[in-house]
């Protein structure tokens, strides 16, 4: 079983974000973080709480509930009990200065709340400082996104070929993946950065279920339940001969995951059309990979990728319809990360960023095909987590 992060791997963290945070292009005198995924990745713990940084060094971790908890898991000396926000004023003083927060996340409620007991002299966002700092993974971090991605590369190769039968609905598939991942060590949930994104497993879907209009910013689509809840399939969805298997999973374990996706073939051969775009999908990330490395820039990628795509790629690419600007994303405690293989992202790579990088394509009628497989970015070039892409599976 892998273990909570060390002292060691903690204090590291924090100490890199103080960097961080003192060469900021505003002056930094308080940081405020709220996110329980960002008070993991700083304490070792999930709680009902608030972690402040102080420019003078001081950090400390006020926790409403479960403080006992709180003092199990982290290996740090920093965790106080708090009530409400006013307990804080016997250790942090009222006057906060220049203040770093979530933008992205924190309520203006929350901030109203605050601001009854401090005084914050400027507001500043947080949100990209922290991204940055946890699109670099530790070789803590790097042990359990490998496992993570062994795991799922058997997931997808070997349990779900057992999983399909005939007549099974979209949402019997989606249940009974879900009960395998579990039993075989994954972590139950599917955390995304992106505001207001609901996922239990991923995007699955039985053939042109797979390019219905979805919300969710990825090039492939769900039908699911209703416009109520357009995630985990459709109940009146049936598997049939012929019909393709679109299955774009995350997985995760001890909080971190990986990403990769499959497309199954049920019960006969895909069509010649339909094996000349997936493969195709193959081709792009093989060049992808090969450009994944260490001071490339994404922009630069994510062009040269774009303007240079094979005929069979030239409708639908990243999208039926309505096709997303990325062709890849950072992975870790989120599945949607920095850095991205967009146009806008201009920030070169650094060694042992996670990225996974998802070539897809509608096929009208048909459904999507294409490919998805998360990378660690090295010196010598990427290195592959979760086994590699491969053709449609026929089962």
């Given at each position: 079983?892998?273990?909570?992060?060390?002292?060691?791997?903690?204090?590291?963290?924090?100490?890199?974000?103080?960097?961080?945070?003192?060469?900021?292009?505003?002056?930094?005198?308080?940081?405020?973080?709220?996110?329980?995924?960002?008070?993991?990745?700083?304490?070792?713990?999930?709680?009902?709480?608030?972690?402040?940084?102080?420019?003078?060094?001081?950090?400390?971790?006020?926790?409403?509930?479960?403080?006992?908890?709180?003092?199990?898991?982290?290996?740090?000396?920093?965790?106080?009990?708090?009530?409400?926000?006013?307990?804080i004023l016997a250790v942090i003083p009222q006057a906060l200065g220049n203040t770093f927060i979530e933008t992205d996340i924190m309520p203006m409620a929350l901030i109203d709340r605050l601001k009854k007991y401090f005084i914050m002299e400027k507001i500043n966002p947080l949100d990209k400082i922290i991204l940055s700092l946890r699109a670099v993974k530790s070789d803590f971090e790097l042990e359990i996104i490998a496992e993570s991605g062994k795991q799922h590369q058997y997931l997808l190769e070997n349990i779900v070929p057992e999983i399909l039968k005939e007549g099974m609905s979209e949402t019997d598939f989606l249940s009974e993946l879900y009960c395998r991942m579990v039993k075989q060590g994954h972590h139950g949930v599917s955390r995304f950065n992106m505001f207001q994104i609901e996922q239990i497993v991923g995007q699955i879907g039985f053939g042109d279920s797979s390019i219905y209009p979805t919300n969710f910013n990825g090039p492939g689509g769900m039908l699911?339940?209703?416009?109520?809840?357009?995630?985990?399939?459709?109940?009146?969805?049936?598997?049939?001969?012929?019909?393709?298997?679109?299955?774009?999973?995350?997985?995760?374990?001890?909080?971190?995951?990986?990403?990769?996706?499959?497309?199954?073939?049920?019960?006969?051969k895909p069509g010649e059309k339909v094996i000349e775009v997936h493969s195709a999908c193959i081709e792009i990330i093989s060049?992808?990979?090969?450009?994944?490395?260490?001071?490339?820039?994404?922009?630069?990628?994510?062009?040269?990728?774009?303007?240079?795509?094979?005929?069979?790629?030239?409708?639908?690419?990243?999208?039926?319809?309505?096709?997303?600007?990325?062709?890849?994303?950072?992975?870790?405690?989120?599945?949607?990360?920095m850095p991205v293989i967009a146009n806008s992202y201009k920030i070169p790579l650094k060694e042992n960023m996670v990225v996974a990088l998802e070539p897809k394509c509608g096929i009208v009628g048909v459904g999507t095909v294409g490919v998805e497989e998360t990378y660690v970015v090295k010196a010598t070039g990427a290195v592959c987590l979760t086994g590699g892409p491969r053709e449609i599976m026929v089962v």
């Open positions: 079983m892998i273990s909570n992060p060390t002292k060691e791997e903690l204090e590291n963290r924090i100490a890199q974000l103080f960097n961080m945070l003192n060469t900021a292009e505003n002056n930094f005198d308080t940081a405020i973080i709220i996110s329980k995924v960002n008070q993991y990745y700083f304490t070792g713990t999930m709680q009902d709480g608030i972690l402040i940084i102080k420019k003078d060094g001081a950090v400390a971790y006020f926790v409403r509930k479960s403080y006992d908890r709180a003092q199990l898991e982290c290996q740090l000396d920093i965790v106080y009990k708090m009530s409400t926000y006013k307990d699911g339940m209703s416009p109520a809840v357009p995630i985990i399939g459709n109940r009146n969805r049936y598997l049939k001969k012929g019909d393709l298997v679109f299955a774009d999973v995350g997985y995760g374990i001890s909080g971190y995951h990986s990403d990769k996706t499959q497309v199954y073939s049920f019960g006969t060049k992808l990979a090969n450009l994944l490395k260490v001071n490339a820039i994404p922009a630069e990628i994510y062009k040269e990728i774009t303007t240079n795509l094979p005929n069979s790629l030239s409708q639908h690419f990243m999208g039926y319809g309505e096709s997303v600007k990325f062709l890849g994303h950072g992975v870790g405690l989120h599945i949607d990360e």
